[in-house]
Nanobody, 119 residues
């Protein structure tokens, strides 16, 4: 059974920082592209950051470029999202996502962690 468990969300003032973690179970982690999404009620889920299986390639949404950093530790089966200079508009539920291909495409989601940035 593949599981993704996020942690690290919470309440922070504007300008502050948070670090989200996503711990993955299963042997798939090292072959997965890992992604962080976020969602605000009433809006579509938004891709925030992505990292390839080796960690050598990352991409960010324009809205977080220069403020957020995605990284991974394949030895710990964990992906991180370091969020700096947080803004109230970063308030959302953040979800960890794993995608990999093994004869067919697989995709898994975590349960989400709430990030609230106060002004």
């Amino acid at each position: 059974q593949v599981q993704l468990v996020e942690s690290g969300g919470g309440l922070v003032q504007a300008g502050g920082s948070l670090r989200l973690s996503c711990a993955a179970s299963g042997a798939f982690f090292s072959i997965s592209a890992m992604n962080w999404y976020r969602q605000v009620p009433g809006k579509q889920r938004e891709l925030v950051a992505t990292i390839n299986n080796s960690g050598g390639s990352t991409n960010y949404a324009d809205s977080v470029q220069g403020r957020f950093t995605i990284s991974r530790d394949n030895a710990k089966n964990t992906v991180y999202l370091q969020m700096n200079s947080l803004k109230p508009e970063d308030t959302a539920v953040y979800y960890c996502n794993a995608k990999f291909r093994l004869l067919k495409d697989y995709e898994y989601w975590g349960q989400g962690t709430q990030v609230t940035v106060s002004s």
